[in-house]
């Protein structure tokens, strides 16, 4: 028996020990989830993930670093929540998610920036989240709408969407599912979140186990769609009928407040989607950013220069509507 409560005892130093050494040296974040929601994110038991305000996280692109959440758990500066408020929402994938580098210099918090100097009152709410395309966004921006009613939302396009897309249910249908919004009770999920909230330690290695079963995933998916996906080739349209059909949806939910901010790197798949734009009475701006000079390393996410053309590239969208007669 002593040996027993020898042991862990000494399992409980070791653990404490190596705790301290996680989030104090290494300074490796807590989990920071304070709930997990049904229904956004379309795919089979997809679940998402919604952030304590203030929460840490951090980023090992470009350097390893460590940055902080805002007042709503999203990322950018802080957010002021007040009756006279005009909200902007900012939707899109990682690139304008922009997790990796610092909050200020976020091509959002630009945007916002260069907004108060017209009117204080606007506040940028950046509604981009890894992995997230046009279906996933639509359902995003739906759950944030309960709380902020936007005065805009613009829709960043960083590519056709042709290899991302088609992993949804098909027809596409923008009527929220009956678990949209709703938490997830499962225990284990519950456990594990209380104590990866807690420990530094216990959720690096879940993260470091997650990211070994994201990897094995990511490779089973990228394989599939390489089976289904050919590239244009010069035959047929430059922009998927997918792409087309959620833009429809965006405009007839937002009407004049929506707004298409593309940057995708083919001049003429740009053209393509401003021309439907266009066509169709929807807000429309492009500039080709995702370019190496402006990634990380060349081929990564936007780097500080890119996430300020960025920026100033969703401030010309949003300016140049309002600027009409």
């Not at 290494?26 to 089979?44: A, E, F, M, T």
Request: net charge neutral; with cysteine.
């Amino acid at each position: 028996m002593k040996k027993v409560l020898l042991l862990l005892l000494a399992s409980l130093i070791a653990f404490l020990f190596t705790e301290v050494l996680v989030s104090n040296i290494l300074r490796y974040p807590k989990y920071g989830v304070d709930r997990k929601l049904h229904g956004i994110r379309s795919s089979d038991g997809a679940i998402e993930n919604m952030y304590f305000p203030h929460s840490k996280y951090w980023t090992v692109e470009g350097k390893n670093s460590v940055f902080q959440r805002n007042n709503l758990g999203l990322p950018g500066t802080e957010v002021i929540v007040s009756d006279s408020s005009r909200y902007v929402f900012v939707l899109g994938s990682s690139y304008s998610e922009a997790m990796q580098v610092p909050p200020d210099s976020m091509a959002t918090s630009i945007f916002e920036r260069r907004l108060s100097k017209i009117d204080p009152r606007f506040q940028v709410i950046n509604l981009a989240y890894s992995g997230h395309d046009l279906y996933d966004s639509y359902r995003r921006s739906a759950y944030y709408e309960q709380t902020f009613h936007p005065e805009a939302v613009l829709l960043e396009i960083h590519d056709d969407g042709a290899m991302w897309l088609p992993r949804h249910p098909h027809p596409l249908t923008f009527t929220l599912p009956p678990d949209f919004g709703k938490p997830k009770s499962s225990v284990t999920s519950y456990v594990l979140t209380i104590l990866r909230n807690r420990s530094s330690l216990v959720n690096l290695i879940i993260d470091a186990v997650k990211a070994d079963e994201r990897a094995e995933a990511q490779e089973e998916e990228n394989a599939l769609r390489k089976r289904t996906y050919s590239p244009n080739n010069g035959r047929g349209p430059l922009i998927p009928m997918d792409l087309f059909t959620c833009l429809r949806e965006y405009h007839l939910k937002y009407k004049e407040k929506f707004y298409v901010v593309a940057m995708m790197p083919d001049a003429r798949e740009n053209k393509a989607l401003g021309d439907y734009c266009k066509e169709n009475g929807l807000n429309f701006v492009s500039k080709e950013i995702i370019i190496p000079e402006n990634r990380i390393a060349g081929s990564g996410h936007l780097n500080l220069a890119g996430n300020a053309a960025l920026g100033d590239l969703l401030y010309e969208s949003f300016v140049e509507v309002h600027r009409k007669p």
